[in-house]
């Protein structure tokens, strides 16, 4: 269950900082990290239940302090610097949910989700690294 509670707190984190971020910007960019908040949202609501499905109630609690260190990261240093952080985020997310495939004990319902998750994340890491050399 600590894997699934980690993956509901990377999630709502990463949500709320693609969020965040998209605020500060404008253009394709922003679209981009609106969209990629919505999904990751959806991967949270994915975790929220599962947790609610093994009789656990989830701590959802989004750390607030990291999400603004990521948003002041982002206007000090640049978007470029902080879309490396969060592409490491996602890389950071697919390895973990690569071990809950492979050790978890998942529905076929939930291992089928939990891996359209990953293409999700690996999406994102893409999009990420393509977004990159534009700062």
Known sequence: MKLAEDALKDEGFAASTYHRIAELLGGS???????????????????????????????????????????????MLGVGLTLRLLEAGERGAVEL??????????????????????EDELLHEDELMREEPRF
């Not at 609501?45 to 093994?54: A, D, G, K, Q, V």
């Not at 071990?99 to 359209?116: A, F, K, P, S, Y």
Request: charged residues 35%; hydrophobic residues 45%.
């Open 97 to 118: 949910y690569s071990r809950i495939l492979e050790h978890g004990e998942l529905t076929e319902h939930e291992r089928r989700v939990l891996e359209e998750i990953v």
């Open 29 to 75: 960019l922003e679209e981009k990290l609106f969209k990629m908040a919505w999904v990751e949202e959806r991967h949270a609501n994915f975790w929220r239940e599962f947790l609610r499905r093994r009789g656990v109630v989830p701590k959802s609690a989004v750390s607030r302090v990291r999400v603004v260190l990521y948003v002041a990261a982002a206007k």
